[in-house]
């Protein structure tokens, strides 16, 4: 079987299943943010030792995957988030290193590896979950038999953003091919294809929101804000994509793992989300409106 016949072929098979985890919410999306989360921790720690860091690999790849859960609890009213839960991680992490590495086992890179691995990946995709229960989404639609939550829809606009993106940078890239983008961080990408991406993106933005987001969940924005929000998701995307070639680029790797047929690693997949999620929450708070009735 070619590269491309396992990557389309695991597209087909996983895209559905995340589709409906996304548009369920609840424990099942949040279990699935935790795996991805902990799995995506590990790949980056795994990146890291080769780059001869020595993360708390095992803790911190718990830690990430337990966020999304924290998450999940904080929406349902089990706990509060409080600034001494993260103290408490970190007095944990500087504890570890005393005991178990001193000096010789780079204390101070151990933690910091660890502490970015968890927030790189943990913390930045339970915006996804945070997303899905935005303060907007509040009802939903019928297709069919099927009810669909508002907050699904809602959630599904800068997943949907993030592969408009990087379809519209890799085929407007190959057409016209020019100047490189950053070709000491990814050499494959060019300044067309980047402005590609972008011009898809605000293309599908104006699709989605018309067509999905106004009667799912009596939502839209206002021309202005389609173009902004189109182009912002587009470059948080772009500048996704990049940090984590560079993150490869240091210690030689061409994917984080193997663990994707065709595809890589989880951390392949989902690096331009773990930027996309974030910016794409503070937009929706700001540019969504009541569509006029």
């Known amino acids: 079987m070619s590269e491309l016949t396992r990557r389309v072929a695991f597209g087909v098979i996983a895209a559905p299943i995340v589709i409906a985890i996304v548009l369920a919410g609840g424990a099942a999306l949040a279990g699935l943010l935790a795996v991805a989360s902990a799995i995506a921790a590990w790949e980056f720690f795994r990146l890291a030792r080769a780059a001869g860091h020595t993360p708390f690999g095992d803790l911190g790849a718990a830690l990430a995957g337990l966020l999304p859960l924290a998450v999940h609890a904080r929406y349902l009213g089990l706990v509060q988030p409080r600034l001494v839960y993260l103290a408490i991680v970190v007095l944990l992490l500087l504890t570890l290193a005393i005991w178990m590495r001193g000096t010789a086992g780079k204390p101070i890179g151990a933690v910091a590896t660890t502490l970015m691995g968890v927030v790189y990946t943990g913390a930045l995709l339970s915006f996804a979950y945070a997303i899905r229960y935005h303060d907007y989404a509040i009802g939903g639609m019928t297709v069919g038999p099927v009810p669909i939550a508002a907050g699904g829809v809602l959630l599904g606009l800068p997943i949907i953003l993030t592969w408009a993106t990087d379809s519209g940078a890799y085929f407007v890239g190959r057409a016209v ?57 587009s470059v948080a995307a772009q500048v996704g994509d990049l940090v984590e070639s560079l993150l490869k680029r240091e210690v030689g790797a061409k994917d984080s793992s193997t663990l994707l047929p065709g595809h890589g690693g989880v951390l392949d997949r989902l690096d331009s989300l773990f930027f996309v999620l974030p910016v794409a929450h503070l937009l929706l708070g700001w540019m969504l409106i009541p569509a006029p009735r």
């Open 177 to 233: 091919g020019g100047r490189k983008l950053i070709p000491a961080v990814s050499p494959g990408k060019t300044v067309a294809g980047a402005v590609g991406g972008v011009v898809v993106s605000i293309v599908v933005t104006w699709l989605y929101v018309t067509f999905l987001l106004r009667p799912a969940a009596q939502l839209t924005m206002t021309p202005l804000a389609l173009i902004a929000f189109g182009a912002l998701i």
